[in-house]
């Protein structure tokens, strides 16, 4: 089933049967009326008080903003402190009423009042610190109100004050050198865990690309810092690896994140993508291929690691007729390759560009037997993505080029012709 659009899928799947005959008028209405119950859509109007919130806010912080120095600060500190509280006093007085969302938005609103309070208090009373702190704080608070409220859109924005600090450089605090900001781990971790608590996709949504964002930006200080050092790179792709095999599992099983495995399997693959990408940008660096005259054996470990464990769910989904157990099977396939690139001094031809390519194959496949529309769209998008980087790359000369891509899709053509008789046979056999 497509993953955005559901309800839309379901009623017409329901009016499709009943045209054909295939159930009866009361059948059809009971089966929609138990969609719109399960599936209930959110108004316009919950979207106008949400948008009419942020526009609040922004007009509170800008009104301060520009007559701060005209104010008294006793005046400055009572505008902030009943601006607070006045929305969290909102809040209540909504939930009683039965709005709730008229309420969780004013928690939003109160939690933006507090992260602006922050940085006009510190200015008014000349604080030393850095921005880096002033938004950690900000975060922590957002977060904890979001908790206490049980507010989807503090929650959102949680995510999103945490992943723009996990991310900020660190010359804000007055270092001269970024550095890779391992606590954001910590708090990526407690946001998730609320999102899950909350069943909030949206913030389900930011979560992943956070992760996806700090990731990558991470992987690139990390290289920056120590001379092309792969390990971490190596190791985010090899959690990156396990992670697919995760969800994939889960989504033929357990659904163990509620119905987001879909969306968590498209963010998982642009990861994984996204780190093959890098990785091949960073062999492009004539100082790593310098630095580097022999196998890493260290490079290594992190590949094993997701290896045995790409297997563990492979295996485990094979006994339990997992839906997936194919394509687990296949991951496992992946995870070797990586484990044996992962070691090698330089850049073997061919060879990652032809994993890329198969990786976009392989999601393209996937996205059309789950019927996972969007997974598929990601695999033409990553396919083309590759094709183009081959050809501005040319891998030594226009010759290779062509016999690259001939061979490729020789190689495509022949497993489109193939596989398909292979798998009739077998479903005889059984």
């Known amino acids: 089933m497509p993953i955005f659009g559901r309800k839309t899928v379901l009623r017409d799947s329901i009016e499709g049967w009943r045209s054909s005959g295939l159930i009866d008028d009361t059948t059809a209405e009971t089966l929609l009326l138990d969609v719109e119950t399960r599936h209930p859509a959110r108004s316009f109007s919950s979207i106008a008080i949400l948008l009419g919130v942020i526009c609040i806010a922004f007009g509170v912080v800008t009104f301060v903003a520009a007559n701060w120095d005209e104010m008294p600060r006793i005046l400055r500190v009572a505008i902030i402190g009943s601006g607070l509280w006045a929305s969290w006093a909102g ?63 503090a929650l959102s924005l949680a995510v999103l004050v945490f992943a723009v600090w996990g991310l900020m450089p660190d010359y804000i605090a007055g270092s001269s050198k970024t550095s890779v900001h391992y606590a954001y781990l910590f708090w990526w971790v407690i946001g998730a865990v609320a999102t899950w608590w909350m069943r909030s996709r949206f913030a389900g949504h930011l979560s992943a690309l956070g992760l996806v964002a700090w990731t990558l930006g991470s992987s690139a200080i990390y290289l920056s810092n120590n001379s092309a050092d792969m390990l971490f790179l190596l190791a985010a792709l090899a959690c990156a690896t396990v992670l697919v095999s995760a969800l994939l599992y889960s989504d033929g099983a357990g659904q163990w994140l509620r119905g987001f ?18 990785w091949y940008a960073a062999t492009e660096i004539t100082w790593y291929s310098r630095s580097r005259s022999g196998l890493v054996v260290s490079y290594w470990w992190p590949g094993l690691l997701a290896l045995l464990a790409a297997a563990g769910f492979a295996l485990a989904a094979t006994r339990r007729a997992n839906q997936n157990r194919y394509d687990l099977i296949v991951a496992v396939f992946f995870a070797f390759v990586y484990f044996v690139l992962a070691g090698f001094p330089y850049r073997i031809p061919f060879a990652l560009e032809a994993s890329l390519l198969a990786l976009s194959v392989w999601i393209i496949r996937m996205g059309w037997r789950l019927e996972y529309h969007s997974l598929s769209n990601s695999g033409f998008i990553g396919f083309a993505a590759v094709m183009l980087m081959i050809y501005f790359r040319t891998v030594g000369s226009l010759l290779s080029t062509s016999l690259f891509y ?23 056999a059984s």
């Open 261 to 278: 495995e879909p969306q968590g399997i498209i963010y998982s693959f642009l990861l994984t993508g996204s780190l093959l990408f890098l």
């Open 91 to 153: 809040s209540i007085w909504a939930r009683s009423r039965n709005h709730e969302w008229l309420g969780q938005t004013l928690i939003l609103l109160s939690c933006a009042i507090f992260g602006a309070g922050i940085m006009l208090i510190a200015q008014i009373y000349n604080m030393q610190g850095n921005g880096r702190d002033a938004v950690w704080l900000w975060g922590v608070g957002t977060l904890a109100g979001a908790l206490l409220a049980r507010s989807v859109p």
């Open 406 to 428: 001939t061979g490729a899709g020789l190689l495509i053509l022949a497993g489109a012709v193939v596989l398909p008789k292979l798998m009739k046979r077998r479903e005889k």
